[in-house]
């Protein structure tokens, strides 16, 4: 059975570092872009960022550029996003989903997506 789980969420202070992780079980990951959204409470999901099903191709969305960095390792199908710098407007809840080959930054074209770790920026 396909799952994909989110871990590694929690609350940091402002400048401080965290790492998600996004397990896929159930099927390779192989063949799939893997990305990253966040939803803000009151706010729309928003792409973050979203690295190519064979890794060549990385975006971030502009206000993550230079903070975050995303890596895959297929043969653990895990996905990560290393987030430094944490800002307060980087809190939200963070999901990870696949699509098929490329990455794109239509949200339903996502087929699979996992429940969401919280990530809270706080002091």
């Known amino acids: 059975q396909l799952r994909i789980v989110e871990s590694g969420g929690g609350l940091v202070q402002p400048g401080g570092s965290l790492t998600l992780s996004c397990l896929v079980t159930?099927?390779?990951?192989?063949?799939?872009?893997i990305g990253w959204f966040r939803q803000a409470p009151g706010k729309a999901r928003e792409g973050v960022s979203c690295i190519s099903s064979g890794g060549g191709w990385i975006n971030y969305a502009d206000s993550v550029k230079g903070r975050f960095t995303i890596s895959r390792d297929n043969a653990r199908t895990t996905a990560y996003l290393q987030m430094n710098s944490l800002k307060p407007e980087d809190t939200a809840v963070y999901y990870c989903?696949?699509?098929?080959?490329?990455?794109?930054?239509?949200?339903?074209?996502?087929?699979?997506w996992g429940q969401g770790t919280q990530v809270t920026v706080s002091s």
């Open positions: 989903a696949r699509r098929w080959s490329d990455c794109s930054s239509i949200l339903s074209e996502y087929d699979y």
């Open positions: 159930g099927i390779t990951l192989d063949g799939y872009a």
